[in-house]
């Protein structure tokens, strides 16, 4: 049975960094999106950024330049580096791994990241 497990998540000041992982655990390959997605308190869950499996990657306008997105394959690992955070950042941070042959979809159990002086 495949988990993702989620880390980094936490308490950080405006202007402040955080980096979060994603890494799944039991059998999984070819996984060929990893994404993180966000949902704040009476908000819709929204995309941040996703990374394929070639390395091709796209960011929700809102974190353009402030977020990079990374994946190690070896290690069915994904991260997000998240810089010059914002009060608007405040959600609880989702991973997703999709792989499409088979249409299958795995979710983390989610961290809360709360951006607040």
């Known amino acids: 049975q495949v988990q993702l497990v989620e880390s980094g998540g936490g308490l950080v000041q405006p202007g402040g960094s955080l980096r979060l992982s994603c890494a799944a655990s039991?059998?999984?390959?070819?996984?060929?999106?990893m994404g993180w997605y966000r949902q704040a308190p009476g908000k819709q869950r929204e995309l941040v950024a996703r990374i394929t499996n070639g390395g091709s990657t796209n960011y929700a306008d809102s974190v353009k330049g402030r977020f990079t997105i990374s994946r190690t394959n070896a290690k069915n690992t994904v991260y997000l580096q998240m810089n010059s955070l914002k009060p608007e950042d405040t959600a609880v941070y989702y991973c997703?791994?999709?792989?499409?042959?088979?249409?299958?979809?795995?979710w983390g159990q989610g961290t809360q990241v709360t951006v607040s002086s």
């Open positions: 039991g059998s999984i390959f070819s996984i060929d999106v």
């Open positions: 997703n791994f999709a792989i499409f042959v088979g249409s299958r979809d795995y």
